[in-house]
């Protein structure tokens, strides 16, 4: 790896933010957490991201509005919704959305760190 992927992390459950973090780092991505959907909506709209990986169901602006913005201001940032939530009417909406990936709760960290890896070409 040359330069540090950056990778942001939103999810309103401070466990997944937790344990993501530490696992990204180790495999060399430079990584972001957030809990509250505004803060990231700032952040993204400070910095650019190479991958948004965000959980579906929040207070408003819920993972779809936060994917839709990142979409619109940094159309390069990959986007990997999580949820608990997944049914086929939500996971259409967001691959339709633009999000590269669709991961349902609960899910095994080595595998969403091995889709980060593939998403960024590492």
Same mark, same amino acid.
């Given at each position: 790896?040359?330069? +540090? +992927? ?5 999810? /309103?459950?401070?466990? *997944? ?8 780092? @180790?495999?060399? #991505?430079?990584? =972001?957490?957030?809990?509250? $959907?505004?803060?990231?909506?700032? %952040?993204?709209?400070? =910095?650019?991201?190479? *991958?948004? *990986?965000?959980? !579906?169901?929040? %207070?408003?602006? /819920? ?7 990142? @979409? =619109?201001? $940094?159309?390069?940032? +990959?986007?990997?919704? *999580? &949820?608990? #939530? ?8 967001? !691959? +339709?959305?633009?999000?590269?990936? #669709?991961?349902?709760?609960? #899910?095994?960290?080595?595998?969403? %760190? ?5 998403? &960024?070409?590492?």
């Amino acid at each position: 790896m040359n330069a +540090k +992927k950056k990778v942001l992390i939103l999810d /309103d459950e401070a466990i *997944v933010c937790e344990r993501l973090k530490p696992a990204l780092e @180790k495999s060399g #991505f430079y990584v =972001e957490t957030y809990q509250q $959907s505004q803060q990231a909506i700032d %952040r993204l709209a400070e =910095e650019k991201f190479d *991958v948004l *990986v965000t959980d !579906l169901k929040m %207070r408003k602006p /819920d993972g779809l509005d936060v994917m839709n913005f990142t @979409k =619109e201001h $940094s159309p390069s940032t +990959k986007v990997i919704i *999580v &949820t608990g #939530f997944a049914t086929v009417d939500t996971a259409t909406a967001a !691959l +339709k959305g633009g999000a590269v990936d #669709f991961v349902a709760k609960p #899910f095994r960290i080595s595998h969403l %760190r091995d889709l980060i890896v593939k998403v &960024t070409g590492e």
